[in-house]
């Protein structure tokens, strides 16, 4: 009620698609990525179709910007990473110590109790069309690529598919994140209490140390004024 009147409000849910992947050529040989977080569900279903625009295209050199990713799910993280490299897996530890099992399978992730193969399962949504990217690849980071988007970055370094250039990322690689909403929702509370691993045991790293570390990661703009992209030219044609 306002001044005395009654007045209705109607809120509609909308997806944001300002933060949707985008792609942008940098030079004739070389297209860019960015990847602004992994959270909503369609965003690795539309990084993988823009996959297809490269590969359609004349670039054999592929950026995937992750400067001003802000996480989101790690599942997610898992069906991009697997446009780039072998199917990837870990494990997860909860905090009961209870020890999971996940593995990417043909377009979704798959789930397992290690120690009970009984219980199993499969993550929703699956890519109907996954693409696949054999260029060269270079994914970028700063202080801000956090949780999910520093999973990516790990998941393409270990396996030695990209070569990570920018700042070491916001620190929320090794677990994963619990909310709790404090003082009647007016508070949010995030804390880590699940762990990732590697499957033979080695527990993940706080988080991704580039390769080749640059200042001014922040910044999206062109190659003449942006440090790690004008770095990631340099290291794309020494690389022949």
Same mark, same amino acid.
């Given at each position: 009620?306002?001044?005395?009147?009654?007045?209705?409000?109607?809120?509609?849910?909308?997806?944001?698609?300002?933060?949707?992947?985008?792609?942008?050529?940098?030079?004739?040989?070389?297209?860019?990525?960015?990847?602004?977080?992994?959270?909503?569900?369609?965003?690795?279903?539309?990084?993988?179709?823009?996959? &297809?625009?490269?590969?359609?295209?004349?670039?054999?050199?592929?950026?995937?910007?992750?400067?001003?990713?802000?996480?989101?799910?790690?599942?997610?993280?898992?069906?991009?990473?697997?446009?780039?490299?072998?199917?990837?897996?870990?494990?997860?530890?909860?905090?009961?110590?209870?020890?999971?099992?996940?593995?990417?399978?043909?377009?979704?992730?798959?789930?397992?109790?290690?120690?009970?193969?009984?219980?199993?399962?499969?993550?929703?949504?699956?890519?109907?069309?996954?693409?696949?990217?054999?260029?060269?690849?270079?994914?970028? %980071?700063?202080?801000? %690529?956090?949780?999910?988007? &520093?999973?990516?970055?790990?998941?393409?370094?270990?396996?030695?598919?990209?070569?990570?250039?920018?700042?070491?990322?916001?620190?929320?690689?090794?677990?994963?994140? %619990?909310?709790?909403?404090?003082?009647?929702?007016?508070?949010?509370?995030?804390?880590?209490?699940?762990?990732?691993?590697?499957?033979?045991?080695?527990?993940?790293?706080?988080?991704?140390?580039?390769?080749? %570390?640059?200042?001014? #990661?922040?910044?999206?703009?062109?190659?003449?004024?942006?440090? #790690?992209?004008?770095?990631?030219?340099?290291?794309?044609?020494?690389?022949?």
């Amino acid at each position: 009620m306002r001044n005395g009147k009654k007045f209705t409000v109607t809120i509609r849910a909308t997806f944001n698609r300002t933060l949707e992947p985008q792609l942008d050529r940098i030079r004739a040989d070389t297209m860019r990525i960015r990847l602004y977080e992994l959270g909503q569900f369609y965003v690795d279903t539309l990084t993988h179709r823009l996959i &297809e625009q490269v590969n359609a295209s004349s670039a054999k050199n592929l950026i995937l910007d992750l400067r001003h990713n802000d996480g989101g799910t790690s599942i997610t993280s898992m069906k991009i990473a697997a446009a780039f490299t072998e199917p990837p897996q870990r494990a997860l530890i909860d905090k009961a110590g209870t020890k999971y099992l996940f593995k990417y399978v043909s377009g979704q992730v798959e789930w397992r109790n290690a120690a009970n193969e009984s219980e199993r399962g499969v993550f929703e949504g699956k890519l109907e069309r996954p693409s696949q990217f054999r260029g060269k690849l270079i994914v970028l %980071t700063s202080s801000r %690529t956090y949780s999910a988007g &520093e999973h990516l970055a790990y998941i393409l370094q270990q396996t030695n598919r990209a070569v990570v250039i920018g700042q070491p990322t916001a620190g929320g690689l090794d677990s994963s994140a %619990t909310t709790e909403r404090l003082n009647g929702g007016e508070d949010v509370l995030y804390y880590g209490d699940r762990r990732y691993e590697q499957l033979d045991g080695m527990r993940f790293p706080g988080r991704v140390t580039p390769d080749i %570390t640059v200042d001014n #990661a922040f910044k999206n703009s062109l190659p003449t004024t942006d440090n #790690a992209i004008a770095t990631a030219l340099k290291q794309f044609d020494a690389v022949r």
